[in-house]
């Protein structure tokens, strides 16, 4: 997937384990209707943000990503992510 748009928000590197690290950025898309979606970058990628400033035009290729898992009702649901893994000027 290839989400093109301006990044509005860089939110923190987040340390989520010794092995694990995570980074989003929000992106609104410039369209009739835009919408806004939030892509992580994991591990290594975070730092393909490194010299990205909020307000830049971006197309950020990335991977759809979805688990399956139950709620405590006994419900099962699917969380679904934007897996990042290359991002260029648009």
């Known amino acids: ?50 010299n990205w400033e909020e307000g830049a035009n971006v197309k950020i290729s990335c991977n759809v990503r979805g688990k399956l898992y139950t709620k405590e009702s006994g419900e099962s649901d699917v969380f679904m992510s934007l897996k990042a893994w290359k991002i260029e000027r648009a």
Do not use: C, W
């Not at 989003?24 to 994991?42: G, Q, S, W």
């Open 1 to 50: 997937m290839v989400v093109v748009g301006q990044i509005t928000n860089i939110g923190e590197v987040q340390e989520i384990s010794e092995s694990f690290k995570k980074q989003d950025v929000i992106v609104r898309t410039v369209e009739e209707y835009p919408n806004h979606y939030k892509i992580e970058f994991a591990n290594g990628n975070v730092d393909l943000l490194a």
